[in-house]
């Protein structure tokens, strides 16, 4: 088995997440190449040949064309990217070019068969590639990381210039007042919360626990609290002692980036709500009742 | 300007989903559904996108089976200006390779300036048509937009990456973009525009053979959850006591 793991740059640094497309790679016992789109200086570490094709780091057409000729001379049978915004938007294009067969977001693969998630993590599917070039995303955490030891053999190729879609620059989040990442507890609101004014009681029972404030991504979007409060896979992702989640249903984004806190307390109308595949309790009810009474307990 | 937008009718996610033993896809008896909550935002930017540059015609189509004109008669009513239904019974088990090879065999001719979707399905989630339909179209396309900004032959795009930071990235028309959650604020239909909608024109055409891409979907169904989480149910006094207990054993509280 062989395959071809690709690595994206963002601003002249690799992804780490490189390490966890050698752990799926490592995982299948499989012979690895890799191939790196962008210009940087890091390197992974494995044994086998890494592609270097400095140039734009977003450019779909000239990336889809040097993934295509790395594919040419390797033969893999799966390629590899992370279901991350640059993987998602590659991979269907590297698919297309040879009969359609790409799988997104895989969490586990067994016995020749990948496991998905879907329908916002209530329900999987297993899926047996079929003939022919497979073309994977993976759930960034679902695979280990690859410990792996070893330089890579390097081979250039280029990148040519792609006229019609071009990367103008970055832009940063503002600096934000609240630094999620280094809070020791967090109360967070979601959509369950119903309308604006609802925030003061989950800030409320936030102070009560000397927590800091955090929310789901649609209660951001609604324009209820800034960006900077926002916990998920494009927000900030955290580990703190306590993290209450308050009528947020579990998105696949959002446990991602706060999964690995040490106790998380979940409260939600919906007892199957996703967010109890991480949470250890769910207190089934409406926080409208239950949140300001649980502050009022702890006063 | 020619603007296609294509929508997908999925199950309400608050539901739940049973998977009948041997099924590869949930019952959808008893289920409401709604326009694919991404998809809402690509209708919303292209009737923005019309209203900006003062003309334009939109066309929304759906690959589904027959309740997906429930979805097409709201984007009509949202301000597009005219549907076109792709019939396929089969439309929630075709993977996402044949869905794409079904719009495109149709919009091909059409020669759309710019079409606009969700960059996912809230059911599948694979975000794989938006991209496999450009291909096919031969169209340039950027995914994952949470800025748009169109002028007729050039279009400026915001994709969103990880951990809050932005790509600005130019791309000329004719071309492709997938909406990522909060593009903008899609807007409820009026009822003077739920009436208006009734009289635009909506077209049903049976889609044909769609080359599969050999997958096998073997089983669908519940995570097997290790690790669930313990419910906390009951009367509101003893719900809140519990979590009392269960901070102040980890030593959260006083």
Redesign the interface.
Known sequence: MKTLVIGEV??GKLAETFSELLGFSAALGAETSGLILGDTTDRPSFSGTLYVAPGA??A??AHKTVVLEAIEKEQPDVVVLMH???G??L???I???S???????VIGFEGG?YR?????????????????LCVVTLQAGAFAASTAEGTPSEVALEQSVDS??????????PPADVDLTKAE?IVSAGRGIGKPENLEMIQALATA?GAELGSS??V??AGWID?AH?VG?????VTP??YMACGI?GA?QHLAGMKKSE????VNK???AP???????????DLL??VP??TE??K | MKILVCIKQV?D??S??V?PDGA?W?AETDLAFRINEYDEFAIEAAVQIKTALGEGEITVVSLGPARASDGLKKALAMGADQAVHLLDEQGPVK???QV?QGIADWAKPEGFDLVLTG??S???????V???LS??LEL?????AVGLDAEASLLKV???????????????TP?LVSCQ??LNTPRYPTLPNIMKAKKKPFETIEVGDLKP???????????T?A???????GD??S??????S??KE?N??G
């Open positions: 963002v601003q780091e977003y779909p057409k991350s915004a640059f998602w938007d991979a269907p294009r698919a297309a070019a009969g359609g067969q790409q799988l997104s977001e068969v998905q998630s879907c329908c916002n993590g209530k329900l999987q599917r297993k899926i047996k590639p079929g003939a022919g019609a879609v071009k990367l103008t620059g970055y832009k940063q989040k507890k626990l991504r649609p951001v979007d960006a926002q896979s494009t927000g900030s992702t002692k306590l249903s696949v106790l998380i307390i979940a919906d007892k199957d967010i109890g595949e991480v949470a250890q309790y769910l207190v089934v009810a009742e239950f009474a649980l307990a702890l | 199950a996610l608050e739940r989903f998977v590869t949930f993977d996402s390779w794409a960059m996912q809230q059911d599948r989630g694979s975000g794989q938006s991209i496999f291909e096919l340039n396309s950027v995914s994952c915001e994709r969103e990456l990880e951990g809050g930071l932005r790509a600005m990235v130019e791309v000329s071309a959650l909060g891409n050999g997958q096998d979907v073997q089983w669908m169904g519940a995570p959850s690790g669930a989480a313990e419910l906390i149910e509101l006094a719900q809140v006591a519990k979590v009392v269960v901070l980890k959260l509280v």
